[in-house]
């Protein structure tokens, strides 16, 4: 009993320790944000390395889930003869769900879980201890730029996704099921709001950039310096950002109604 | 602490875990010398370079570098404190995403207001002084251990630090390399005045080098002239410096370590 609850104290103590270095790892970051020098030379680059990465598995991604989207809104629709509000089912699921949702899970398996490997690499080869003997704060110089490229990249990547489905969504319903195109596209269009739907997918994408971003950096940055610590760091990242994005993607939803 | 100490480590203790590394360990550096620490693998040698450099902090004792306590300093003054100090790490620590040109350059970048052109001139001559002309625009990856190590001096020297902090410069390289390093680091020490602090393992190049020795045993230091050690009657020295030189011709006469 006493060793239960000794354990339970012990386990409790920990978390709690480890979300307080969590909290002052993000301070940090935002510290860096507003405190020069800014670093947009290596925010470029990154920003550039994430969205490369990401490009062909978002845009492939999304044709697929768009086609299959529509594969099965036609069949569903048509028991109920309303077919022609395809454009519509496939556009709001996009937009509301799983455009953000799916480019974020991609993107973590992708360049987050790369990007948490790079930093615990670092610290496995003391990169990061170089960088503080040059005087130079590695949470300015590497992490900042990466974290910050994320939370750019996602909203971007997410619009390319529902694009892409968008269209897989037109192939399959309208150049393959026979649904009018005018139709798909004006129902479509009809559907999607500005203010509840584009801007909450935006919301969703720039959160979950931000977790991303945070959880990926942070679990390369505390990274044990053995070849166990970046495997642990990666997949550590891959499971926990993927859960936390769900998580949020609820409370989001239940909060904004978006 | 007097003026001629550029580093002291005083009543240091520090534990990993239930594995205790230093017992109220004691220790100078003094300014304008070459000290090489020594001890077998596991006597903390790394660790207490770790510990002058701030990267690490003891769980008691005071570590005073150029005159400053640095244990309690915060993570901001320590990057300050680092300007006087450049850090030669074993595995050479370059940045991999980079050349080795921007490598040596990004310190003059960060810290320095030269124009670029300036910049470009001035790692070319330290990349000349290590013996790597030419090889500014090659990827980290690409160099050999040997050149990796000199390239990784050339950026601990870039700023001019006061104080340079070598870690093991020496293990792992073929006797020519080791020549090479030995030579450049008593170079730089002799016309920089630098104050040095070398890890090793290579007991020749460290009797060439050193003007002290400190032998890392039992979570303690023991301090002296290579001279003074190679004679010493302390039987956990004698016992390093047998273990160190058995078979090499040439030490069989040096009192105190015939075997």
């Not at chain 1, 720039?206 to 942070?218: E, H, N, P, S």
Request: hydrophobic share 50%.
């Amino acid at each position: 009993m006493i060793s239960a609850l000794r354990t339970l104290g012990y386990r409790t103590v920990m978390l709690l320790e480890h979300l307080g270095h969590m909290a002052a790892f993000v301070g940090e970051i935002g510290l860096n944000l507003v405190r020069p020098p800014f670093r947009f030379g290596r925010l470029v680059m990154e920003t550039f390395d994430v969205g490369v990465l990401s490009l062909a598995i978002v845009c492939l991604s999304g044709a697929t889930v768009g086609a299959v989207l529509g594969l099965q809104g036609y069949n569903t629709l048509t028991r109920f003869g309303a077919e022609g509000s395809l454009g519509a089912v496939v556009g709001l699921t996009l937009v509301r769900e799983l455009g953000p949702v799916f480019t974020a899970l991609l993107v973590t398996g992708r360049a987050g879980s790369a990007m948490a490997a790079e930093i615990a690499s670092m610290v496995t080869t003391e990169q990061l201890d170089g960088l503080r003997m040059m005087s130079i704060d590695p949470i300015d110089f590497v992490v900042t730029p990466k974290a910050l490229a994320m939370v750019l990249v996602m909203p971007m990547l997410n619009a390319l996704f529902i694009l892409f489905a968008f269209f897989g969504g037109y192939v399959i319903g309208v150049q393959l099921l026979g649904v009018d195109g005018g139709t798909y596209v004006t129902s479509l269009e009809n559907a999607i709001t500005f203010e509840d739907d584009v801007a909450g997918t935006l919301l969703k994408s720039v959160v979950f950039g931000l977790l991303v971003g945070i959880i990926a950096t942070y679990r390369g940055y505390t990274a044990e310096p053995t070849s166990a610590g970046v495997s642990a760091a990666t997949t550590g990242t891959v499971v926990t950002a993927s859960v936390t994005i769900l998580i949020f993607d609820y409370v989001i939803t239940a909060l904004w109604g978006v | 602490m007097s003026e001629a100490d550029r580093i002291q480590l005083e009543g240091i203790h520090l534990a990993f875990g239930s594995r205790q590394v230093y017992r109220n360990l004691d220790c100078r550096f003094p300014r304008g010398e070459i000290s090489v620490l020594m001890g077998g693998s596991g006597a903390g040698k790394s660790t207490l370079l770790r510990l002058m450099a701030g990267l690490l902090r003891p769980d008691r004792g005071r570590v005073v570098v150029a005159g400053e306590e640095i244990t309690s300093l915060s993570e901001r003054d320590l990057f300050r404190m680092r300007e006087r100090i450049g850090m030669l790490f074993q595995g050479g620590a370059l940045l991999d995403a980079m050349t080795v040109f921007e490598n040596v350059a990004l310190p003059l970048r960060e810290h320095s207001r030269l124009s670029e052109t300036d910049i470009r001139a001035e790692v070319e001559r330290r990349l000349v002084a290590v013996g790597l002309p030419d090889t500014g625009g090659l990827m980290p990856r690409e160099l050999s251990g040997g050149m990796l190590r000199r390239a990784a001096l050339a950026r601990a020297i870039v700023t001019d630090p006061e104080i340079l902090i070598c870690d093991e410069p020496f293990s792992g390289l073929d006797p020519l390399n080791v020549r090479r390093i030995e030579a450049l680091l008593i170079e730089l020490n002799r016309r920089l005045g630098l104050t040095m602090i070398v890890t090793s393992h290579h007991l020749p190049s460290s009797l060439r080098m050193a003007s002290q020795l400190v032998f890392l045993i039992d979570g303690g230091a023991v301090v002296g002239t290579p001279r003074e050690l190679l004679a010493s009657e302390d039987p956990r020295v004698r016992e390093f410096l047998e273990a160190e030189t058995a078979g090499m011709p040439g030490f069989e006469a040096v009192p105190g370590v015939a075997s």
